[in-house]
């Protein structure tokens, strides 16, 4: 069922759990199980949430000593979308980025005693078992920034450090970002943007992750590439609001979540299917898991709370094309006279 080649629908599923903090045995047990399910009922396709192997305990050593596993998971999930024909969003997994060279100089030294640079990434598999693309994230919430390294700064680091490096030494570092799954240019030909699309059986796909919600500009980016769909893993929970602003409104993370789903599905003419962990209200789980297409929303058979479980969606993508016909967007933007640019807020004080 893995292909799907042609066809405006496919079946997703929808794998909402809640992983088992620092057990990432169990949780890969757990996910290989519903994916079993999820090959046996039709799914084309399925998608993991953020962290999903691990959960979100960063300040735990075990954490960052976990992400040196990242690789032998990704294999395994390699393995398993061979043997039941099935794509798959891998949801993320917190990798330990190569150390830089030490070629001497104390700044190699710096970085060769620092602690492990840590980035979270999202690989999407085929139905064959090869692995088509790699997403770092680029926005990190804020809570995140203390323990996580973003693409952005991961690239600049990288290229940095690989300049005042010998050529040896950046060839292995190449050798090491591909065998970690993590996408590398060479300093002279730097990426143009963290956001890039990979081609899959299913058509041009775009990841983001979780916090890149937030930003418009993360999916103009996909859909300036023809980008059709957009997969998005997250671990968002109610409590990512403050107190004060729970008092106001207790579901203010519920009403962002459905709210910019919609939009960003209406506003880009394309379809999101978002995954986010599952688990007891009381916990702070909000899921909200589901398919969001304009034209009709969240799509019928989507996650409307927190509970656990697996569920089989079916896109259409003839929607989307329907929109597009009716709202132009695609269309305006690769028009000579497209008159959007964006520039880094600069701060300079309150304009006069």
Not at 97 to 111: C, I, L, M
Not at 121 to 147: D, M, Q, V
Not at 242 to 250: Q, S, T, W, Y
Not at 321 to 337: I, P, S
Request: proline share 6%; glycine share 8%; net charge negative.
């Amino acid at each position: 069922m893995g292909s799907a080649v042609g066809s405006k629908k496919f079946k997703v599923a929808l794998i909402q759990m809640k992983p088992k903090v620092l057990d990432p045995e169990y949780n890969f047990a757990h996910a290989k199980s519903e994916l079993t399910k999820a090959a046996e009922g039709g799914a084309s396709l399925a998608i993991l949430p953020e962290y999903h192997l691990t959960g979100w305990e960063p300040r735990n050593p075990k954490f960052a000593e976990l992400a040196n596993d990242a690789h032998k998971y990704q294999k395994q999930y390699q393995d398993l979308a061979k043997e039941l024909k099935i794509n798959i969003c891998a949801g993320t997994i917190c990798h330990t980025a190569p150390q830089q060279a030490n070629n001497g100089t104390s700044e190699a030294k710096a970085v060769a005693n620092a602690k492990p640079t840590l980035l979270n990434i999202c690989a999407f598999i085929s139905y064959t078992g090869e692995l088509l693309g790699t997403y770092i994230k680029a926005n990190l919430w804020i809570p995140e920034r203390e323990h996580l390294t973003s693409s952005i700064a991961y690239a600049q680091s990288s290229n940095s450090t690989a300049t005042s490096a010998p050529p040896a030494s950046k060839s292995q570092t190449a050798k090491d970002l591909q065998h970690a799954g993590v996408a590398h240019s060479e300093p002279s030909n730097p990426p143009m943007t963290p956001h890039e699309v990979i081609q899959t059986p299913l058509g041009n796909i775009g990841v983001l992750i979780c916090w890149d919600l937030a930003f418009p500009e993360a999916f103009r980016s996909l859909i300036r590439q023809d980008c059709k769909i957009i997969m998005i893993p997250t671990f968002w929970k109610q409590d990512d609001m403050m107190p004060a602003g729970l008092e106001i409104n207790p579901d203010a993370e519920k009403l962002f979540l459905e709210s910019t789903l919609v939009a960003r599905a209406y506003e880009n003419t394309c379809t999101i299917i978002f995954c986010n962990a599952g688990g007891p209200k009381e916990e702070g789980y909000l899921g909200l898991s589901g398919v969001y297409a304009p034209i009709l929303g969240r799509v019928k058979g989507s996650f409307t709370d927190g509970e656990e479980g697996m569920r089989i969606v079916e896109v259409d993508l003839g929607i989307q094309e329907l929109a597009e016909q009716n709202y132009r967007v695609r269309e305006d933007m690769k028009g000579d006279d497209w008159h959007y640019g964006y520039e880094k807020i600069e701060n300079r004080g309150r304009r006069t």
